[in-house]
C-alpha cells in the first residue's frame, strides 16, 4: 500500500525501475554514502541500496522507521527529523523525494551542509527554478550560485505519483562547487548586496543603488555589463551581478558603502547560509 502523506504534500514513485533509471542517470556510484530524507515505504531507498556502499535513511514517523529497518536491514535508518539531524559522515550526498511543503526549509538546512557534495531532489518544478534561475534569476538563485550550482535535470509526469500531485515535478540537481565564486570573508557583504538590490525599487534597479554607485558609474556599468540602465533585479543574469558586485568592492569608496548601510568593516567572515 502506497503511504499518502497528502497533509505534507508528499507524493511517491510508483514504479522502482523509474527509481533505477533516476539514480542511474545521476552520478551516484558505489563508493558513495547517500542520505535519503522522508523515504516512507522505501521504494527509493531499496533502490539506493543495491548500488552505494551505505544509505543513512532519516524518517520522521516511528511506525515507517521501525517497518524500514525491517524490510532493509542493510541501512541506517534514523527516526528522526531531517531539519534537526547531525548527519555523522565527512562527506555524503542526498537522494530524495521530499514533501513540497517543506522544500524550503529542506534546502535551506542543506546549503548549511558543507559536508554535502551533490543533492537530488524530487520537487515542484516551480521551486527548483527559484534555486536555477531559469527563465529568470531570483533573490534566491542569485545569492546561492556563488556556492552552488543548480540545475533540472529531470522533468517527471504527474502519473508517475501516488497521489498524482496537482503541479509539475522535476529532479533539482545541486552541485557544491570547489571553490567558491565569492571568498568567505565577502560572503555576508555579498549576501546583503543582493537583498539591498532585490528589497528596494523592485522595478528600477538604478534606484535600488542610488546612493551606492554615481549614475556615470552604473552607466559605464550598463555598457560593459551589457545590461538595461533601467533593469530590474530579475533581468540581470548572475554573471551581471557578479559584476556588478566586484565592481562594488573595487570601485565604491568604503565610507559610501558604510552610508549606504552596508556592514564593510569589522564584518566577521561566515560560512555562506
Same mark, same amino acid.
Given at each position: 500500500?502506497?503511504? @499518502? &502523506?497528502?497533509?505534507?504534500?508528499?507524493?511517491f514513485?510508483?514504479?522502482?525501475?523509474?527509481?533505477? /533509471?533516476?539514480? *542511474?542517470?545521476?552520478s551516484? /556510484?558505489?563508493d558513495?554514502?547517500?542520505?535519503?530524507?522522508?523515504?516512507?515505504?522505501?521504494i527509493?531507498?531499496? *533502490?539506493? +541500496?543495491?548500488?552505494?556502499? %551505505?544509505?543513512?535513511?532519516?524518517?520522521?514517523?516511528?511506525?515507517?522507521?521501525?517497518?524500514?529497518?525491517?524490510?532493509?536491514?542493510?541501512?541506517?535508518?534514523h527516526c528522526?527529523?531531517?531539519?534537526? $539531524?547531525?548527519? %555523522?559522515?565527512?562527506? !555524503?550526498?542526498?537522494?530524495?523525494?521530499i514533501?513540497?511543503?517543506r522544500?524550503?526549509?529542506?534546502?535551506? &538546512?542543506?546549503?548549511?551542509?558543507?559536508?554535502?557534495?551533490?543533492?537530488y531532489?524530487?520537487v515542484q %518544478?516551480?521551486?527548483?527554478?527559484?534555486y536555477?534561475?531559469?527563465? &529568470?534569476?531570483?533573490?534566491?538563485?542569485?545569492?546561492? @550560485?556563488?556556492?552552488?550550482?543548480?540545475?533540472?535535470?529531470?522533468?517527471?509526469?504527474r502519473t508517475?505519483?501516488?497521489?498524482?500531485?496537482?503541479?509539475?515535478?522535476?529532479?533539482?540537481?545541486?552541485?557544491?562547487r570547489?571553490?567558491?565564486?565569492?571568498?568567505?570573508?565577502?560572503?555576508?557583504? !555579498?549576501? *546583503? $548586496?543582493v537583498t539591498?538590490?532585490f528589497?528596494?525599487?523592485?522595478?528600477?534597479?538604478?534606484?535600488?543603488?542610488k546612493?551606492? $554607485?554615481?549614475?556615470?558609474?552604473w552607466? &559605464?556599468?550598463?555598457?560593459?555589463?551589457?545590461?538595461?540602465?533601467?533593469a530590474?533585479?530579475?533581468?540581470?543574469?548572475?554573471?551581471?551581478?557578479?559584476?556588478?558586485?566586484? !565592481? $562594488?568592492l573595487?570601485?565604491?569608496?568604503?565610507? @559610501? @558603502?558604510? +552610508?549606504?548601510? #552596508?556592514?564593510?568593516?569589522?564584518?566577521?567572515? *561566515?560560512? #555562506?547560509?
Amino acid at each position: 500500500m502506497v503511504r @499518502k &502523506r497528502i497533509g505534507l504534500a508528499q507524493n511517491f514513485f510508483r514504479d522502482p525501475q523509474l527509481v533505477a /533509471s533516476i539514480i *542511474q542517470q545521476s552520478s551516484i /556510484s558505489p563508493d558513495d554514502v547517500v542520505v535519503e530524507i522522508g523515504p516512507g515505504e522505501g521504494i527509493i531507498t531499496e *533502490q539506493l +541500496a543495491n548500488v552505494v556502499c %551505505k544509505v543513512i535513511a532519516i524518517e520522521k514517523d516511528p511506525t515507517l522507521a521501525a517497518d524500514l529497518r525491517k524490510k532493509l536491514p542493510n541501512i541506517e535508518v534514523h527516526c528522526a527529523d531531517f531539519l534537526a $539531524f547531525e548527519v %555523522k559522515e565527512a562527506r !555524503y550526498k542526498i537522494f530524495s523525494n521530499i514533501p513540497f511543503n517543506r522544500t524550503a526549509d529542506i534546502l535551506k &538546512r542543506i546549503l548549511k551542509l558543507k559536508e554535502v557534495e551533490e543533492t537530488y531532489l524530487v520537487v515542484q %518544478k516551480e521551486a527548483a527554478e527559484k534555486y536555477t534561475g531559469a527563465p &529568470r534569476e531570483t533573490e534566491i538563485s542569485v545569492r546561492t @550560485k556563488p556556492w552552488v550550482t543548480s540545475e533540472i535535470i529531470r522533468h517527471f509526469e504527474r502519473t508517475d505519483f501516488e497521489p498524482v500531485p496537482s503541479v509539475d515535478v522535476v529532479l533539482l540537481h545541486m552541485r557544491r562547487r570547489e571553490k567558491p565564486l565569492i571568498p568567505a570573508d565577502q560572503a555576508q557583504l !555579498y549576501k *546583503q $548586496f543582493v537583498t539591498h538590490g532585490f528589497h528596494g525599487a523592485k522595478d528600477n534597479l538604478a534606484l535600488s543603488f542610488k546612493k551606492v $554607485f554615481t549614475y556615470t558609474q552604473w552607466k &559605464r556599468l550598463s555598457a560593459n555589463l551589457k545590461f538595461p540602465l533601467k533593469a530590474t533585479p530579475t533581468s540581470l543574469r548572475f554573471e551581471q551581478w557578479i559584476g556588478l558586485f566586484n !565592481y $562594488f568592492l573595487t570601485g565604491v569608496a568604503e565610507e @559610501k @558603502k558604510l +552610508a549606504a548601510g #552596508f556592514a564593510t568593516k569589522g564584518t566577521v567572515a *561566515q560560512r #555562506f547560509s
